[in-house]
Each structure stands twice: as structure tokens, then as C-alpha cells.
């Protein structure tokens, strides 16, 4: 399968399958005798792998060492339940930290909501924020 076809069938784009090459998370296809790289059926599954990584909030690294692991004829169960579960921490951190700044910014609005545009001084560029 040439370049395009599969950029078509994986919904992505050649240049991003360029990239995916460079980066190591497919490896370099065989190549025509016109030089064309030629790619076998089943990357379009391993792109469609990379493309859920990515939606779970993976990073490209992360992948990469999944499909290594799988490349080296090892199941990387064990590994992908530890990212998803520092990926979890991670979100669950992340909601945390959205909610203290939502309460902030919350009474900050409430605070200049009520504000006295008279009452502003001169040196402060805005007391609410």
C-alpha cells in the first residue's frame, strides 16, 4: 500500500505518516522499485492504535514504548496499566487544580460584578485581578 492510500484509509494525512517514520512509531516501510515506500495492510490497525493513544492522553513516547514492547514480542499489558494509571493521577490532579481556579476566578467575577467604576484608583490597573 503506497503512502497515500494509506494516509486515506487510516483518516490521517502523508506528512503525518512521514513524522510517525521519523519518530519511531512505525517502522520504515519496504520500498518499490520506484522508490515508493510500501506499506503493509495491517499499519492501518497500529495507526488506529496511536490515534486511541493519543485520545487517552498518551504522549507519542508513551506509544512508542507500547508498540516496542509489542514489536519485541512482549505483551505490554502490565506497562499500559501503569501509564493509564499515572494518567489517571494525572487527570484527577488536573480536575482538582480546574476547581480551586474556577472558585477563584468565581469570586473574582462576583467581586468586579459589584464594582464602582468611581471608586477605581489611579495606580492599580484593576483591583480584581
Known sequence: ???????????????????????????????????????????????SFIRRGQRAGLTLAQIREILHLRDDGQPPCEHVETLLADRLA????????LRQL??????????????????CQADQVCRYI
Open 1 to 47: 500500500m503506497r503512502i497515500g492510500e494509506l494516509a486515506a484509509a487510516a483518516g490521517t494525512t502523508t506528512k503525518t505518516l512521514r513524522f510517525y517514520e521519523s519518530a519511531g512509531l512505525i517502522p520504515p516501510p519496504a520500498r518499490m522499485a520506484s522508490g515508493y515506500r510500501d506499506y503493509p495492510e495491517d499499519m492501518v490497525s497500529r495507526l
Open 90 to 97: 494525572e487527570l484527577d490532579q488536573q480536575i482538582s487544580d
Open 102 to 119: 474556577r472558585e477563584t476566578v468565581a469570586g473574582l467575577h462576583e467581586a468586579s460584578r459589584l464594582a464602582d467604576p468611581s471608586r
